[in-house]
């Protein structure tokens, strides 16, 4: 639908009484979404039920590109645009690319956008997010696989990644509660859920990715900056070189660790 002024007013007033913040901002995507007053009312509805509005328009924009996601499937965040950014400084022509715990697929699909030739593979254990990365991965050239963690990656690619992408889950499973209710409510547990202390799946991701890494390969993990130290001292314990980058504009903090040598400059 085009922008009117009462309907904008009236979907604004709307997401205002159900506690949106950013309710002028959301008004516009859904009117833009919107193709007549009744898919409109729709619209507004589910938004103001406390789907999250990528859920709602089916879409999460990211690194400058619309990413499906699907109702169920955890939404791409803005701070993960830095590790997308620290990956792509990285990757060589022709990179092999590895993108784990992927979601909806965003985090591969855009470093194949952005860089360009790469062999993309996407997996995770959640099979609606395996459904919604095909969509994202699949027009640039990737494969998805449905597994947890490395098992359903082919075993050719061990010994071959350039570039392994981790937004693992990090959230201490006491914190969950204190997540905001479009997470908490509808979001899988399994992609915000990190264990006791959030790096459960982490340390999973790190011990085992010296084999799968190229040499001079890199292994880059999404953290807080409270955890980050932490994350860095697993890389170190499984023989990577780790540094620590972080965008306090996006409050972003990525662990860079090289396989077999020097971790190279760092980025913020």
Known sequence: MAPGGREFA???ATLRAAGCVFAEDEAAVLLAAARTPGELDA???????????????????????????????FVPRRRTEFLVRQAAALAPAGAVVVDLCCGSGAVG?????????????????????????????GP????????????????GLRGRVDVLLANAPYVPTGALGLLPPEARDHEPRVALDGGADGLDVQRRVVAEAADWLAPGGHLLIE?????????????RRHGLAPR?????????????????????????
Do not use: I, K
């Open 10 to 12: 009236g979907v604004v």
């Open 43 to 73: 619209l507004t509805r589910r938004r103001g039920s406390g789907l999250p509005l990528e859920h709602v328009v089916g879409w999460a924009e990211f690194c400058g590109t619309r990413m499906a996601v699907d109702t169920g499937v």
């Open 109 to 137: 699909a855009a470093l194949a956008g952005a860089v360009g030739g790469v062999e993309l593979h996407a997996a995770d254990l959640d099979p609606a997010a395996v459904a919604c990365a095909r969509r994202n991965v």
């Open 140 to 155: 640039v050239g990737g494969r998805v696989h449905h597994g947890d963690l490395y098992r359903p990656l082919p075993a």
């Open 223 to 235: 953290t807080s900056g409270r955890q980050a130290p932490d994350t860095a001292a697993a890389c």
């Open 244 to 268: 620590v980058a972080s965008c306090p504009e996006l409050d972003a903090v990525v662990v860079v660790a090289a396989r077999g040598g020097h971790p190279g400059p760092g980025g913020h």
